[in-house]
Structure formats: structure tokens, C-alpha cells
Antibody
Framework: EVQLVESGGGLVQPGGSLRLSCAAS????????MTWVRQAPGKGLEWVANMAQDGSEKYYLDSVKGRFTISRDNAKISLYLQMNSLRAEDTAVYYC?????????WGQGTLVTVSS | DIVMTQSPDSLALSLGERATINCKSS????????????LAWYQQKPGHPPKLLID???TRGSGVPDRFSGSVSGTDFTLTISSLQAEDVAVYYC?????????FGQGTKVEIK
């Protein structure tokens, strides 16, 4: 069974940093692109970043470029999102999802709250 | 960026009725190399992550009931629920993966009248 489990969310002050993790199981992680999608409270879905199987390609939403870094460790079967210079508008549930095209499996999400 | 515009924002129907949700892309998401539309639909129930229903505009995901179907006409996409069930209460999103950044529609909330 495919499982994606996010962790690392929490309350952080504006300008602070957080590192989100996504632990994968039930599939060959190194064969898949992976994606981060976020959802602000009561709002819709927003694509954040994705990454190729070997890390050779990474793409970002313009509003997070230079602040967020997507990475992965295929040996540890994990995806990461390093978030720096956080802003109030980054407050959201962050989901990791499998895929480059459609996203066929999603984690339950981890809540990031940016507030003083 | 490709803008995805869904309509309506919400709809309330009786059990067994047909639900139709529309999504319009601001530019084509049809690939000339494989003649496929790079468009997916997701269902999100309260407190849960999204679930893939349909990709490539009309291909149902694994285990998705056949009352869900997708169609396309140019840059207009439609998700149809042929006979609304209580468990279909959710927000539905379209999603283009033709170009980066990937973008989603704003969502359509489906309720039972």
C-alpha cells in the first residue's frame, strides 16, 4: 500500500524557517517525481514545487523561489521542503504527493502556521 | 501561467441527480506530440487530502466509480457525476499539468439538497 506521511509542520514566526519531511512507503520511491502542494485554511489547492526522480530537475512556484528548497533522499525514501524567510501567506497545510503529471497519491498533510 | 476557472463555485442537488462541473483553461493543455489533454480532476472531502478521480481529461483513476466521467471540448473540461450519491459530497478541483507552474481551479463544492 502506498503511503506518504508528512511531518515537521508547526508554528513559526515571520522570517523563520521550517523543514518539512515526507516519508514514503509501498512503492519504489526513486522511480517517481514528487510534488509539494499547499492549501491555506479554507482555500483551494496551490502547487508549490516538484522534483525529478534523481533530483536533476526542480521547479518552484514563483512566490517561493529563493525561499523554499525541495530535496529528496532516495536512500532514506524521503522528500523534503526547506522553507526559509516564511511569511504569513505561507500559512497552509502542506501535502506531499506522488507524480509529475497527475498526482495519484497524497499524504495527510502537515500544518504550517506563520504568525507572531 | 495557465489560469483554470471552474464553474459553478457550488451546487446543491438531490440524490440521484446528475452533477456537472466545468473547468476552462486560459490556454490549450493539449499536447501535439501525444494528442493528450494534460488535465486531472480531484475530489477532496472535509478533513482529507485530495483524491485523484480522472487524469488525461477522461481516464478514471484506479477504483473510481464509473458514475464519474470526464470530457473535453477545446479548452473546456467537464466532470460529470451521473447519479449523485451521499458520499460524493466534497469539493472538486481541476488541475493542469501541461506547464509549470502547475495550476488548479478554485474548486466546486457539491452538496446534497
Amino acid at each position: 500500500e502506498v503511503q506518504l506521511v508528512e511531518s515537521g509542520g508547526g508554528l513559526v514566526q515571520p522570517g523563520g524557517s521550517l523543514r518539512l519531511s515526507c516519508a514514503a512507503s509501498g512503492f519504489t520511491f526513486s522511480n517517481y517525481w514528487m510534488t509539494w502542494v499547499r492549501q491555506a485554511p479554507g482555500k483551494g489547492l496551490e502547487w508549490v514545487a516538484n522534483m525529478a526522480q534523481d533530483g536533476s530537475e526542480k521547479y518552484y512556484l514563483d512566490s517561493v523561489k529563493g525561499r523554499f528548497t525541495i530535496s529528496r533522499d532516495n536512500a532514506k525514501i524521503s522528500l523534503y521542503l526547506q522553507m526559509n524567510s516564511l511569511r504569513a501567506e505561507d500559512t497552509a497545510v502542506y501535502y506531499c504527493a506522488r507524480g509529475w503529471a497527475s498526482l495519484d497519491y497524497w499524504g495527510q498533510g502537515t500544518l504550517v502556521t506563520v504568525s507572531s | 501561467d495557465i489560469v483554470m476557472t471552474q464553474s459553478p463555485d457550488s451546487l446543491a442537488l438531490s440524490l440521484g441527480e446528475r452533477a456537472t462541473i466545468n473547468c476552462k483553461s486560459s490556454q490549450s493543455v493539449l499536447s501535439s506530440s501525444n494528442n493528450k489533454n494534460y488535465l486531472a480532476w480531484y475530489q477532496q472531502k472535509p478533513g482529507h487530502p485530495p483524491k485523484l478521480l480522472i487524469d488525461w481529461a477522461s481516464t478514471r483513476g484506479s477504483g473510481v466509480p464509473d458514475r464519474f466521467s470526464g470530457s473535453v471540448s477545446g479548452t473546456d473540461f467537464t466532470l460529470t457525476i451521473s447519479s449523485l450519491q451521499a458520499e460524493d459530497v466534497a469539493v472538486y478541483y481541476c488541475h493542469q499539468y501541461y506547464s509549470t507552474p502547475r495550476t488548479f481551479g478554485q474548486g466546486t463544492k457539491v452538496e446534497i439538497k
